[in-house]
């Protein structure tokens, strides 16, 4: 396993690599040079002249004659690798400051919501699969298809409006100057309402193929209670799809939540990221990206992993 471990990490650098390529090109090619924005309208030349020499945006994009490595992308290069984003344009604050600041605030909405709507799925689609083919099936398939179709804002404006400003059971908007859990618990709820349809959906096809197999008729026939074959044998052998899917997210909660964390005026990475977009500052905006496709390669190199800790019959010799 060593050995394919040590592959797989090699096999990330040019994925790297392509990362960084390609937020340069969206970001410093693409976007243009942004350095009359930063300073106002009113700005002087010799003003955005500086604004140029201190991001370095009055150098050669890729090929530098006099000096090869004295360029905008291999000034990229290092300072991406070394995760320097540089400071924002809009306040002059460290980017990396704010990513540390607004991370405690998504992952305090994501990783609750993240875990309970992975018990709550699985633990329906188990029982959906168990009683697949009657009324209760089908009515818990009406409903996530209805829950599937309902937009994802349509369950904030519900949340907020009844739960949170008619009803008074939740605070309809954070406040930034307090963590109490008070502030998450109408966001952790409209997340996870609105993801369980697609859910419950894509785990009870899982547990129908494994429900169908040899093992589970052999069970019942031993004599072994429902939920003892459901919860130890069918759970047990459907964890490779589960896996998968689990721990491919997990990179995201990271990034946070764009449309809860931006109408409930959370501060973590997603209403960081959306404010980033809008103002044009592309120093955030590729922090975040770079900081995601690490995450997501690390990840999917553990999905591989935790394959063969739940099938010994999966090696990568």
């Known amino acids: 396993m060593l050995s394919y471990i040590i592959r797989r990490l090699l096999y990330t650098i040019p994925i790297v690599f392509g990362v ?44 530098n004659s006099e000096d090869f490595f004295d360029t905008q992308f291999f000034n990229h290069l290092k300072n991406t690798a070394t995760f320097n984003f540089g400071r924002s344009w809009a306040d002059r604050e460290r980017v990396i400051d704010k990513i540390k600041r607004g991370a405690g605030y998504s992952l305090a909405l994501t990783v609750p919501m993240f875990f309970i709507s992975l018990a709550i799925s699985v633990c329906i689609s188990l029982v959906v699969a168990f ?16 829950g599937m179709s309902i937009p994802y804002l349509s369950f904030i404006l519900f949340g907020q ?17 307090h ?30 193929d494994e429900m169908r197999s040899d093992y589970v008729r052999t069970a019942f026939a031993k004599g072994l209670g429902t939920a ?34 931006r109408f409930f005026g959370i501060p973590g990475l997603g209403y960081l990221f959306i404010g980033a977009i809008g103002s044009r500052d592309y120093q955030i905006v590729g922090a975040i ?21 739940v099938d010994p019959r999966i090696t990568f010799d």
């Not at 040079?33 to 010799?46: C, L």
């Not at 009324?135 to 209805?146: E, S, Y």
Request: aromatic residues 18%; charged residues 15%.
């Open 228 to 261: 003892s074959v459901l919860f130890k044998h069918v759970l047990k052998n459907a964890m490779i799809p589960i896996i998968t899917q689990v721990v491919l997210a997990i990179p995201f909660l990271f990034l946070g939540s764009l449309l809860l964390e």
């Open 20 to 63: 960084m390529l390609l937020t340069f090109v969206l970001f410093n090619v693409v976007g243009g040079d942004v350095s009359d924005q930063i300073a106002g309208r009113a700005a002087s030349a010799e003003t955005i002249a500086e604004i140029r020499a201190e991001y370095g945006w009055d150098k050669p994009l890729f090929f």
């Open 131 to 146: 009683f697949r083919g009657t009324w209760f099936d089908t009515a818990v398939m009406l409903l996530c298809v209805a």
């Open 179 to 208: 963590f109490p859990v008070q502030y998450y618990l109408l966001p952790v709820l409209v997340g996870v309402v609105s993801g369980l349809g697609g859910e419950v959906r894509f785990y009870r096809t899982v547990m129908l």
């Open 289 to 309: 990206t770079y900081i995601g496709a690490i995450l997501y390669v690390i990840f999917d190199l553990l999905t591989d992993i935790c394959y063969s800790l």
């Open 161 to 177: 409006y009844f739960l949170g400003f008619k009803w008074g059971l939740f605070p309809v908007y954070f406040w930034p100057d």
